[in-house]
Nanobody, 121 residues
Framework: QVQVVESGGGLVQPGGSLRLSCAAS????????MGWYRQAPGQQRELVAD???????AYANSVKGRFTISKDNAKNTVYLEMNSLKPEDTAVYYC???????????????WGQGTQVTVSS
């Protein structure tokens, strides 16, 4: 199985910064992509940013220039550096890992339990 564990959420004032971390562990053979999604109350889950095994990144327009995604391949860990936070960034942030396990022959998506980010004065 795969365990996906996020950390780093919390309460921050507008304009502040937070760093989220997500570590994947278990019977992982290879990771294709890791990413961050978020879901605000009453809204659909949306992609925030992701990063491929080759290092290519993609960002939602709403976070470009403010958020930076990075990874540590040796640790199967992905980070999300969030700067200039706005109240509209408030949401539960979920980590997604697209990986193939040692006994599987196809890539599947695995999700963390989510971490709350609240931006408020």
């Amino acid at each position: 199985q795969v365990q996906v564990v996020e950390s780093g959420g919390g309460l921050v004032q507008p304009g502040g910064s937070l760093r989220l971390s997500c570590a994947a562990s278990g019977s992982i053979l290879n990771i294709n992509k890791m990413g961050w999604y978020r879901q605000a109350p009453g809204q659909q889950r949306e992609l925030v940013a992701d990063i491929s095994s080759g290092g290519s990144t993609a960002y939602a327009n709403s976070v470009k220039g403010r958020f930076t995604i990075s990874k540590d391949n040796a640790k199967n860990t992905v980070y999300l550096e969030m700067n200039s936070l706005k109240p509209e960034d408030t949401a539960v942030y979920y980590c997604n890992v697209n990986a193939v396990l040692v006994w599987n022959d196809s890539y599947r998506n695995y999700w963390g339990q989510g971490t709350q980010v609240t931006v408020s004065s």
